[in-house]
Each structure stands twice: as structure tokens, then as C-alpha cells.
């Protein structure tokens, strides 16, 4: 079975630029998470999926990040403008339950 | 105070060694408790997770919940190299929601 895939692995952006991540769940999993991951703590969700819908966005800063779930499998996060304190490893999860959650590689963003 | 709190470490132990990670917490919602074992430049990858208190057990891997002490533990047996990763601990509760991590154990294994 299929990881969780994310692209790209690596950003590098000047401040005030715009970036755009990529996630594919795995396949048949309807519940699909963002988190935001800076050095040094542990993942805070910023977006979750169920199917289309967006079930809880409550700490994505949405006066910058945008994220949508295409036909309720793909997903991109937008960052638009970045910030330094952006910088950041961008994880994808993906689970049929909250319990087992599945986490891709991560998008390591930095912003300068 | 953060819902949950975990020593950052870094931890450093020789190969053998029982290796014993903790994480305290302040929500007594929490019901559903879970570790993480992270790789340099990797995502987080489920171990194991335990509901309510109580033991489970997974090869060398052992995790504790003590609810009334809202503590949480995980003991790894016979350390390996390998196992040198940042644990973390994340919870959740019966209704599930929102997943809250700890901010990681960093262990170190020498050989």
C-alpha cells in the first residue's frame, strides 16, 4: 500500500512570496490533515478534511493559508504572502479514524 | 500552560538500555493516547496508541496511561541504535477532534 506522498520535499521563498503544497492520501482514506511542524515541537494541525468538507480550520491563519480537498482526495495548502515565522515542515496525514493517522513526508518550507 | 507537556531531551543512552519517555497533561477529555516515532527529515509514524488507562505492550515497546495521575509513559526494552528518533506523544478524545502533540523526545542510542 501507498504512503502518503507530498511534493515538493523542499521550498526555499523570499518573504511576501507566494508557495503551494501538494498532498495525495492514501488511497480510500476520507479524513485528510495539515499540520504545521516548527523546529523543535511537536505538529499542530492547521486544517482537517472529511471528504470535501473542512471539519475544523480553527488555528489556520487565514488571512494567509488557504487550503482546499479536490474531489475529495488531493489536497493543496497555499501560503500567500509568506512570513519568516512561515518557516516550517508542512506534514499531509490521511486515516479512516482520528486514532491511526498516517503522515507523509513533510514539505520543509523555509522563508527568507 | 500547554494541554500537553513532554521533556525535550535530548536523551542519550548506551545500546541496551531501558529507555523510559513521559508525558504529563490538563485535559481530562483525553481519552484516546498515542506515540510517534519521528526520523531526521521523516513524518511521524504511529508505534502504538492505548485507550483510557492501562498497559499494552508491542515487542519491546510498552505504553502506560495513568489517568488519574494524567501521565503517560512508553518503555523501550533492549535499545537499539535504530531506535535513535524524536518520540511523540499526541492525544485526543472520545469525540475525537483535534490530535494534540507534545513537543518531542529527542533520543540518542550509541552503540
Known amino acids: 500500500e501507498a504512503g502518503v506522498a507530498q511534493s515538493p520535499r523542499y521550498k526555499i521563498i523570499e518573504k511576501r512570496q507566494s508557495v503551494a503544497f501538494w498532498c495525495n492520501p492514501i488511497?480510500?482514506?476520507?479524513?485528510l490533515y495539515w499540520y504545521q511542524q516548527i523546529l523543535g515541537q511537536g505538529p499542530k494541525l492547521l486544517i482537517q478534511?472529511?471528504?470535501?468538507?473542512?471539519?475544523?480550520d480553527s488555528q489556520l491563519p487565514k488571512d494567509r493559508f488557504s487550503a482546499e480537498r479536490l474531489k475529495g482526495v488531493d489536497s493543496t495548502l497555499k501560503i500567500q504572502p509568506a512570513k519568516l515565522e512561515d518557516s516550517a515542515v508542512y506534514l499531509c496525514?490521511?486515516?479512516?479514524?482520528?486514532?491511526?493517522?498516517?503522515f507523509g513526508p513533510g514539505t520543509r518550507l523555509t522563508v527568507l | 500552560q500547554k494541554e500537553v507537556e513532554q521533556d525535550p531531551g535530548p536523551l542519550s543512552v548506551p545500546e541496551g538500555a531501558i529507555v523510559s519517555l513521559n508525558c504529563t497533561y490538563s485535559?481530562?477529555?483525553?481519552?484516546?493516547f498515542m506515540w510517534y516515532r519521528q526520523y531526521s527529515r521523516k513524518g511521524p509514524e504511529l508505534l502504538m496508541y492505548?485507550?483510557?488507562?492501562g498497559n499494552k505492550e508491542d515487542g519491546r515497546f510498552t505504553a502506560q496511561v495513568d489517568k488519574s495521575s494524567k501521565y503517560i509513559s512508553l518503555f523501550i526494552r533492549d535499545s537499539q541504535p535504530s531506535d535513535s528518533a524524536t518520540y511523540l506523544c499526541?492525544?485526543?478524545?472520545?469525540?475525537?477532534?483535534?490530535?494534540?502533540f507534545g513537543q518531542g523526545t529527542e533520543l540518542s542510542v550509541k552503540p
Open positions: 488511497s480510500g482514506h476520507a479524513t
Open positions: 496525514a490521511s486515516s479512516l479514524d482520528p486514532y491511526t493517522q498516517y
Open positions: 485535559n481530562s477529555a483525553f481519552q484516546y
Open positions: 499526541a492525544m485526543v478524545g472520545n469525540q475525537g477532534g483535534k490530535l494534540i
Open positions: 478534511f472529511q471528504n470535501n468538507g473542512v471539519v475544523d
Open positions: 492505548t485507550y483510557s488507562s
